[in-house]
C-alpha cells in the first residue's frame, strides 16, 4: 500500500507539472510558484501519512462521533460571509489565514469513520431497519443536505457510494440497499429537474454536440485532447489543449492532459495504479478480523478510488461532467493532503492486523 501510494503520489506531481504549463504561459516564475506550493503541499501530506500511520486506529473509533459532528460544523463554516469562498457559482472553501480549504474533505473523512464504528457496533442488528436502514439514511441525509446546500452533488455522491459499500460489507441486505437505490433515483431526478447546472450536465452528457462553446465546450476539448494522445502520446510538456483550449488542465481536466501527452499507454498506467490500490486495500480489509478497521479500510479506499473513477469518466465522456478533482494527480492541497491522512489510517490497519 505505501508503495502504491508513494507512485502514485510520484506519478501524480510529474503530470501535475507538466499540465500547469499550460497556465504559466510566459510568466515561468508563476509556473514555478504553482509547482512549488503543489511540492510543499505534497510533502507536508506525506509526512502527516506517516505520523498518522503510528497512531493506533482504534483511537479514530474512540472520536468518531466527535469527528463526524465536528466535520459537519467545519463544512457549514462555507455560508459563514466572513470564512466562505464563493467559486463558479459554489460555496465549497472556507479562507483561514490567507489558506483556502474545502470543508467537505474533512466531512468524507468523518462520514467513513463514524459509520464504521456504527456497524462495527451493531453488527448482526444491521440487517434489521432500525440498526441498519435507518442509521445510514440517516447519515446520507445529513450529508446531503449540508452538501447539496453548497452545491457539491460530487462529494455527496463519492460519499453515499463509499457508505454503501461499507453497509453490505458490514451485513446490511440487499432489499434494504436495493430500496435505497430506487429511492436515490427518484431523489436524484427531481435533483437534476430542479438544478439548472446538473440538468445541463445531464443534457450534455446525452448530446454533446449541443451548444459547443457553452456548456459541451469542456467534453468536447477533453476528447480532443485524448484522442490527439493516440497510443504512446505527444510527450512530456508537449500537449496543445492546455494551452488556452482545455478548462482546468491542471485540475478537472488533468487526466486528458496525461492522456494528450503520454497516450493510451500513460493513461492505462494510471488507471492501473487505482486499481491497484483498490486491489491492495480490499486486500488489507479481508485481512483484517477486527470490524471496525476492516469497514473504515473498506470506506476510504472506496473514497479514493470511486472520486478518482468518477473524474476519469466524465473526462472520457461516460458519465456526465463532474466538478471532483483526480485524486493524487489534480491542483488541490484539501484533496491531496486528506487523501494522504486517509491511507496513513489504513497503513496503520494493515499493520495492526493479526
Given amino acids: ?26 510568466d515561468f516564475s508563476g509556473f514555478l510558484k504553482v509547482g512549488l506550493k503543489q511540492f510543499i503541499v505534497l510533502i507536508v501530506g506525506l509526512i502527516i501519512m506517516i505520523i498518522v500511520s503510528n497512531i493506533p486506529y482504534s483511537t479514530w473509533r474512540q472520536y468518531s462521533l466527535p469527528l463526524f459532528i465536528t466535520s459537519i460544523f467545519v463544512t457549514l ?23 483556502s480549504f474545502q470543508t467537505s474533505e474533512l466531512l468524507k473523512i468523518g462520514a467513513v469513520i463514524y459509520y464504521s464504528a456504527w456497524l462495527s457496533k451493531m453488527k448482526k442488528k444491521v440487517g434489521t431497519i432500525q440498526y441498519g436502514l435507518l442509521p445510514l439514511v440517516t447519515i446520507i441525509s445529513i450529508t446531503g443536505i449540508v452538501l447539496l446546500l453548497q452545491p457539491d452533488t460530487d462529494t455527496f455522491l463519492v460519499i453515499v457510494m463509499a457508505l454503501l459499500a461499507m453497509f453490505i460489507v458490514g451485513g446490511g441486505k440487499w432489499k434494504h440497499l436495493f430500496i435505497i437505490g430506487l429511492v ?33 465546450y469542456q467534453i468536447n476539448q477533453s476528447l480532443i485532447a485524448i484522442g490527439s494522445g493516440g497510443i504512446t502520446g505527444r510527450g512530456f510538456g508537449q500537449s ?28 492505462s498506467i494510471i488507471l492501473s495504479l487505482f486499481l491497484l490500490l483498490a486491489m491492495v486495500g480490499l486486500k488489507i480489509a479481508n485481512n483484517t478480523p477486527e470490524s471496525f478497521g ?29 466538478g471532483i478533482p483526480l485524486v493524487f494527480i489534480s491542483q488541490g492541497g484539501s484533496s491531496l493532503l486528506f487523501s494522504l491522512l486517509s491511507m496513513g489510517i489504513v497503513l496503520n490497519i494493515a499493520k495492526s492486523k493479526k
Avoid: C, H
Fill in 294 to 322: 476492516r469497514l473504515t479500510v473498506i470506506g476510504l479506499v472506496i473514497l479514493i478510488v470511486s472520486q478518482s473513477f468518477i473524474n476519469i469518466s466524465a473526462m472520457v465522456g461516460l458519465i456526465p461532467l463532474s
Fill in 77 to 99: 463554516l462555507v455560508f459563514i460571509p466572513q470564512l466562505g469562498i464563493s467559486a463558479g457559482g459554489a460555496k465549497r472553501w472556507i479562507a483561514v489565514g490567507g489558506l
Fill in 240 to 267: 496543445l489543449q492546455k494551452f488556452t483550449f482545455l478548462p482546468e488542465p491542471n485540475g478537472d481536466s488533468i487526466f486528458s492532459v496525461a492522456a494528450e501527452e503520454f497516450g493510451f499507454i500513460g493513461s
Fill in 1 to 26: 500500500m505505501l508503495a502504491t501510494v508513494l507512485l502514485l503520489a510520484g506519478v501524480g506531481f510529474f503530470i501535475f507539472l507538466s499540465a500547469s504549463l499550460g497556465l504559466a504561459g510566459n
Fill in 184 to 216: 436515490g433515483i427518484v431523489l436524484l431526478s427531481a435533483l437534476v429537474a430542479y438544478k439548472p447546472y446538473l440538468r445541463s450536465r445531464v443534457l450534455t452528457f446525452i448530446d454533446p454536440t449541443q451548444d459547443m462553446l457553452g456548456s459541451s
